[in-house]
């Protein structure tokens, strides 16, 4: 939390304002660990967090806690924590907890799917193939997490939706993530995928669906191609 351009922009973050003192320190701290303004390894220390903050150490352990046991943070003693660097492992297992959470609430969706949710989502679609073609990473991701949202939301499970909530955010702690999404393969696999996840509800089988999307998650070649694309990265920067 030494460098000052890294704390410039942690607090100009927005968000929804937040109720309580630990809420407000808990989610300018997460979002600038998931942005990369605390890298990982980088030490916090509490003294220095609630002197930016002008509040007592209290909710700032709080909110240290709750960033811990979300995995966002190491803590060895109230002197020693470290922000956390997700590993391949872990985001492989992410993906499997992910697939299992998403494929129960398009189970339970799939009776709430009306006329306006199918057609919403081949629109979605129809905007992933447009960004596609156009190369436009930011909004074919963007178009892609709307259709997951329609049919979470759906699915009426408020705790499902919590837990995938806090998945989405521990995967882009992986830095990797990017260049993997980023290659054309992945993001073609991803339109058929989806093409199979809306034929799915237009059949009324939860049970396909919930096998449709738990393939989509656990994917052979996802995995491999994360390791791929760390292997790449990692190769660059040593030639640089």
């Known amino acids: 939390?030494?460098?000052k351009k890294a704390r410039k922009k942690l607090f100009n973050i927005k968000f929804k304002e937040p109720e309580t003192l630990r809420e407000r320190i808990y989610f300018h701290l997460r979002?600038?660990?998931i942005h990369g303004y605390i890298p990982a390894g980088r030490r916090i220390i509490e003294k220095e967090i609630s002197q930016e903050f002008n509040v007592s150490i209290t909710p700032v352990r709080e909110a240290i806690l709750q960033?811990?046991?979300?995995?966002?943070?190491?803590?060895?003693?109230?002197?020693d924590i470290i922000v956390k660097q997700i590993s391949l492992k872990e985001i492989?297992?992410?993906?499997?907890?992910?697939?299992v959470l998403e494929g129960l609430a398009g189970r339970l969706a799939?009776?709430?799917?009306?006329?306006?949710?199918?057609?919403k989502m081949e629109k979605l679609i129809e905007d992933m193939i447009k960004?596609?073609?156009?190369?436009?990473?930011?909004?074919?991701?963007?178009?892609?997490?709307?259709?997951?949202e329609i049919y979470l939301k759906q699915s009426g499970h408020e705790l499902v939706n919590s837990l995938i909530s806090t998945l989405n955010l521990?995967?882009?702690?992986?830095?990797?993530?990017?260049?993997?999404?980023?290659?054309?393969?992945?993001?073609?696999?991803?339109?058929?995928?989806?093409?199979?996840?809306?034929?799915?509800?237009?059949?009324?089988?939860?049970e396909e669906v919930e096998k449709i999307i738990?393939?989509?998650?656990?994917?052979?070649?996802r995995i491999k191609d994360f390791e791929i694309a760390m292997q790449n990265d990692l190769a660059r920067k040593a030639q640089q």
Do not use: C
């Open 1 to 3: 939390m030494n460098d």
């Open 31 to 33: 979002e600038a660990i």
């Open 67 to 79: 960033l811990s046991m979300e995995g966002f943070v190491e803590i060895k003693t109230h002197k």
């Open 92 to 99: 492989g297992e992410i993906y499997e907890v992910q697939a």
């Open 110 to 119: 799939v009776p709430n799917m009306h006329k306006e949710h199918l057609l």
């Open 131 to 148: 960004h596609f073609k156009s190369n436009n990473v930011d909004r074919f991701y963007e178009a892609n997490e709307k259709m997951h």
């Open 170 to 206: 521990r995967k882009k702690m992986f830095r990797y993530r990017v260049t993997f999404l980023a290659k054309r393969d992945v993001m073609e696999k991803a339109i058929e995928d989806h093409k199979r996840i809306l034929k799915g509800f237009l059949s009324r089988n939860p």
């Open 214 to 221: 738990i393939d989509h998650w656990t994917s052979d070649t």
